[in-house]
Every structure is written in structure tokens, then in C-alpha cells.
């Protein structure tokens, strides 16, 4: 009697397991929201992008709140702003070790948490809750030594992921594989992945990927050279050879990666690699939902897709993703799966820590107290809801910003400089109404609302205001 008792809790523990969906969550790197084919950009193939939109909901005014790799990240993991979780910048930030991180609440959910791809915050991925990793690929164990300048594409200095490699199961650098992002980088980050895709499993499965692409430096992936060239490239529509004024990060390693003042010849020929990376990420994701196919589970798995930030790339005069305009601070965010309704979109604010509680929800695992982002599974059920106001943005302690609607208000702190947008009538942010003297009512209720939201997070930035 124990036996068959035994034997009967194992088999509904199976059938709960098997009913419970999965969860496919794909992360790049420097992304811009307008870099999706069937979204409106006819230069760029992205059939499984494509795929997704025409499958799934797109949010159009998805936000990363914090245009930087690694707190943009940590937001993703804790669910909560960086003023909560205690990483704003690159300076070495550890995440709150009282937050319950996102993979720790699936494994408590019964889910198998794994991860492939780049890791930028602290600890490890199996130390912040998820069970194995493949294609781990993190800083250090390169050969180049310090003060040595490496070349890339067309003679320029690499920057960016500088001795980056990636590392086994001991942690030991896999030399073979490259130093730094290469050809192949996005591709191995994928093959981790299908490592994972191809076990059978008794439990329902987490697998959160993070592709380096379409992060600096910029390379060609293999075949792609031809596919993609300046001359078939188009400039931004607010292309500019220098931002009108000091955004406040002038000096930073992104904008040190063209010289001043931007060239058209220049900013194509980035663009014409860029779109070549994201084509090939494209390809990769292919290749995931391509297994989930042939095995029968994409049916019972939702599938997300977006980006830590997007990227200025000649945009404003600009390159780097450290600004509060739409081409960086909006990410592209798909999500598609059981029950959503196909090639819906929605106007409706997200950010990129609300995927914790969403993906909670759609598990049926309890969210967190820890955790202060907010589902947006009442989104998904109608895309015509609205769950947060507005929208804010902030940057170090030198640009903050918020969207109300079609209006967007950006804060330049160390200057005491606004700008004001209409978004509806400037999709690409060229017409600055700050002075105009029909908006300064709109400016002060806009400025009134930016204060009220940076004081409850204790942001030292307005408290030194005041």
C-alpha cells in the first residue's frame, strides 16, 4: 500500500510538472527597439523576431530605466530599481543580498533554473539561485595584458569586453573559443542553450540566455560580410555629427568608440555590422525555438525576448546607450505562448524588472515580498490596460527622465538643463519644447511628477535639490 501510494504521489508530482509551462527568456546586449524587421525596419532580416511579433504581444513602450549593462541587469534579476537593489552604476555594486533574486523564486517554484551566456553582476549564476550554466561567458582569463592595445574591425582599439572568456564547468577559460566577443561568440551562447533544450526532464524548465551581441566591439559573425554594407544602410533620422551639448557622459568609453564629430561614412559602416550581429542573434534564436518544435514543447512555453538597453550608434550625435532618448531608454520586449493572443501590440509602460513578477504569474508561483516591480498579465490579457502612469528613466547621477503618455520630460542634473518632447508628433526627439510657451503648464505638472517619483526612491540627486 505504501509502494502504490508512493508511486501515485510521483506520477500527479509528474503530470503537475508537465502542466506547469516553460520558460524561454532571451537577453541581448545594446539593442535599439527599431532593429525588428516586421516592426517597420525593411533592412534588417529577423525572421524569428518576426515570428515572434506575429505570434505574441509586443510592447512598444517597454523601458530598461537604467541605460547600463550591469544595473540594467541587476534590476532584471531582483525585480526592483536599482535605488532598491543597490546597483546604479558599473563601480562594483553588489546586489542586495536580502532581495530573493528571480531564479531562486522558479527553483523554489519547482522549476530547473539554467543559465547560458555573459554574466556581468556579482557572484555567479549558480551562487544567485540557478542550477547549472553552459557557454558561461565572464570577465577575465585572456591573454591580453594590461595597457596592451588590441585591435579590431578597421584598425580601432577594443574597449569592450576586454580578456572576457569563456569558462567550463571548473571555471577554467576555454582559450579555444576566442578572447574578447568574436565571430562566433552568440553562437556558442546559443549551442549552450540546445544543451540544455535537448534533456529530458522531469521538471518544467527557466532558461535565461544572455547573447553579447549587439554589444562593441562589432564583428562580423562568419558569411555575413556581403549580406550587410554601408551602402545599403540609412542613417538615423536624428543622425547628428555631435549632440548639441554635454550629456554627461561625454567622455565615456562608448562615445571614445568614433571620433568627434560623427561621420556619415562612419556611422553606416557600424550600422552595416550591427545589423549583421542582431541577423545572426536572430539565427540563434532560431535555432532555440527550432528544438522546442521538433520536441513538442514550444506549444507550453513562453517565450520572451528583449534587450538590457538599447544604443545611440549616431543617433543625437551620440554612440553609446548612457541617454534617456527612445533609442536607448525603450528595449524591444516580445513575449509570446499559451494563451497570449497573436500579433497584438500594446501601448501600455513595462520594465525590464517587471518580467520577474510577470513569468511569476504565469508559473503560478507566489511573487516575492522582495520584490517591488509589477506583473503585466493583466497587459497580456488586454493589451489595452494600462498598469504603470508613466514611465522613468535615470542615468548616474546626471540625467533622470519620465513619459507621461506621448510627452516625454529629461532632466539634465549637473546642468540644470530640460528638454521636452512630444513624442506623437517627434517620434525621433528633434523638436525640444521646453521653452515653448504653450507647455510650461504641462512642464510643471511634468517636473512636479519627476520630483514626487525620484524623492520616494531617495534619489540623492533630487534630495540635494531641494
Not at 57 to 85: D, H, K, W, Y
Not at 163 to 169: D, I, L, Q, R
Not at 272 to 286: E, F, L, R, T
Request: glycine letters at 10%.
Amino acid at each position: 500500500m505504501i509502494r502504490w501510494i508512493l508511486s501515485l504521489t510521483l506520477i500527479l508530482v509528474w503530470q503537475l510538472n508537465a502542466a506547469k509551462p516553460n520558460f524561454l527568456v532571451i537577453v541581448t546586449d545594446d539593442q535599439r527597439p527599431d532593429t525588428i524587421g516586421v516592426l517597420g525596419n525593411p533592412r534588417i532580416d529577423t525572421p524569428n523576431f518576426d515570428w515572434l511579433v506575429r505570434n505574441g504581444i509586443t510592447f512598444e513602450n517597454f523601458i530598461c530605466s537604467n541605460p547600463l549593462c550591469v544595473p540594467s541587469r541587476a534590476e532584471i534579476l531582483t525585480g526592483c530599481s536599482g535605488f532598491r537593489n543597490g546597483v546604479l552604476g558599473m563601480g562594483g555594486e553588489k546586489m542586495d543580498p536580502k532581495l530573493i533574486l528571480w531564479p531562486t523564486a522558479m527553483k523554489s517554484g519547482g522549476y530547473a533554473t539554467w543559465y547560458s551566456g555573459k554574466w556581468m553582476n556579482d557572484g555567479q549564476p549558480v551562487t544567485r539561485g540557478y542550477d547549472e550554466t553552459r557557454a558561461l561567458f565572464t570577465g577575465g582569463g585572456g591573454t591580453w595584458k594590461r595597457g596592451e592595445e588590441v585591435r579590431g574591425r578597421k584598425g580601432r582599439v577594443i574597449t569592450g569586453y576586454r580578456n572576457w572568456t569563456f569558462k567550463n564547468a571548473e571555471g577554467k577559460p576555454d582559450l579555444g573559443k576566442g578572447i574578447g566577443l568574436a565571430p562566433l561568440t552568440d553562437k556558442y551562447i546559443a549551442d549552450g542553450a540546445l544543451e540544455f533544450l535537448r534533456r529530458k526532464t522531469d521538471k518544467p524548465f527557466f532558461l535565461h540566455v544572455n547573447f553579447t551581441g549587439p554589444h562593441d566591439p562589432l564583428v562580423y559573425p562568419p558569411g555575413y560580410e556581403k549580406k550587410y554594407n554601408a551602402a545599403n544602410m540609412k542613417l538615423p533620422s536624428n543622425f547628428l555629427s555631435r549632440h548639441p551639448f554635454d550629456h554627461g557622459n561625454f567622455d565615456g568609453r562608448d562615445e571614445r568608440l568614433l571620433p568627434w564629430p560623427r561621420t556619415k561614412a562612419d556611422v553606416l559602416d557600424e550600422l552595416a555590422v550591427y545589423y549583421a550581429v542582431i541577423d545572426n542573434i536572430d539565427k540563434q534564436v532560431g535555432r532555440l525555438l527550432g528544438q522546442l518544435r521538433a520536441d513538442g514543447r514550444l506549444k507550453n512555453t513562453y517565450v520572451i525576448f528583449t534587450s538590457d538597453h538599447g544604443l545611440a550608434i549616431g543617433s543625437h550625435g551620440l554612440m553609446g546607450k548612457q541617454n534617456m532618448y527612445d533609442h536607448t531608454i525603450r528595449v524591444p520586449f516580445l513575449i509570446a505562448g499559451p494563451g497570449i493572443a497573436k500579433g497584438q501590440r500594446t501601448k501600455a509602460f513595462g520594465y525590464l524588472r517587471d518580467m520577474y513578477p510577470t513569468v511569476c504569474e504565469l508559473a503560478g508561483i507566489g511573487t516575492p515580498e522582495t520584490v517591488q516591480a509589477k506583473s503585466l498579465v493583466p497587459v497580456l490579457r488586454n493589451p489595452k490596460k494600462f498598469i504603470h502612469e508613466a514611465g522613468y528613466g535615470y542615468f548616474r547621477d546626471v540625467q533622470r527622465m519620465v513619459q507621461v503618455g506621448q510627452w516625454k520630460l529629461v532632466f539634465y542634473a549637473p546642468i540644470n538643463r530640460y528638454q521636452l518632447f512630444d513624442l506623437k508628433v517627434d517620434p525621433h526627439e528633434m523638436n525640444d519644447l521646453i521653452k515653448a510657451k504653450s507647455c510650461q503648464a504641462r512642464v510643471a505638472v511634468m517636473r512636479q511628477s519627476l520630483s514626487k517619483w525620484f524623492n520616494e526612491q531617495e534619489d540623492a540627486v533630487f534630495q540635494s535639490l531641494e
